[in-house]
């Protein structure tokens, strides 16, 4: 873990602190308005198991339809850039109207999501939060990505076994490892995760 923590710490003496400093700023600053948060919540309804560059062209291409199309209409959008159009245009729908009976500041919102937002599990509902600002979840977004994935990171430096499978405790366990680094190096999880996804892709995304 401390090859780690080393590798961490130079990163944020670099330059590309300030990339991460104006994205967790981003996530911070995303209003508490219905619109604002169900978009961000089809964003990951839309990224699981693609991408979020994806993801961003589709919310961007969808417009307004998702928030006034019927399902067939924000299916027939989505087929024009996004292979699961079928499928999703449920999830969406759906969602869109589940979304609005929950308090986003319940102290169970992680399980509320996942419990109720078809498309949304453990990694999405974290990828959400984040998102909108909730600092202290962890994303692990690539953890089931084949090639590039967050948990790479931690195998390579001996710190966990590559998981088989990505259950919900598996995935609270890889949290947890992640919570004490980021307790190490006095950041958020949310500021770790922007770290360690630079650290495998060179990017700092949503």
Not at 89 to 114: P, Q, S, T
Request: glycine share 4%.
């Amino acid at each position: 873990m401390d090859t780690l923590i080393k590798s961490v710490e130079q990163l944020r003496n670099s330059p590309i602190r300030n990339v991460i400093d104006s994205r967790m700023h981003e996530f911070s600053s995303v209003p508490r308005d219905f619109s604002s948060l169900f978009r961000e919540l089809a964003f990951c309804i839309l990224t699981a198991g693609t991408s979020a560059e994806l993801g961003i062209k589709t919310i961007n291409h969808l417009g307004e339809t998702l928030f006034s199309g019927s399902q067939e209409e924000i299916r027939e959008k989505l087929k024009e850039v996004y292979r699961f159009h079928t499928i999703r245009a449920g999830y969406l729908c759906e969602a869109r109207n589940n979304f609005k009976h929950i308090n986003i500041d319940d102290k169970n919102i992680r399980d509320l999501l996942v419990q109720n937002i078809k498309g949304i599990g453990m990694k999405e509902a974290s990828h959400f939060l984040r998102n909108v600002g909730f600092a202290e979840v962890a994303d692990l977004r690539a953890l089931v990505d084949a090639d590039v994935q967050l948990v790479d990171v931690l195998v390579k430096n001996n710190i966990i076994e590559k998981p088989k499978t990505l259950s919900a405790k598996k995935y609270l366990e890889i949290e947890s490892v992640l919570k004490n680094l980021a307790d190490k190096l006095g950041m958020s999880l949310a500021e770790l995760d922007l770290y360690l996804w630079h650290m495998e892709t060179g990017k700092v995304l949503k």
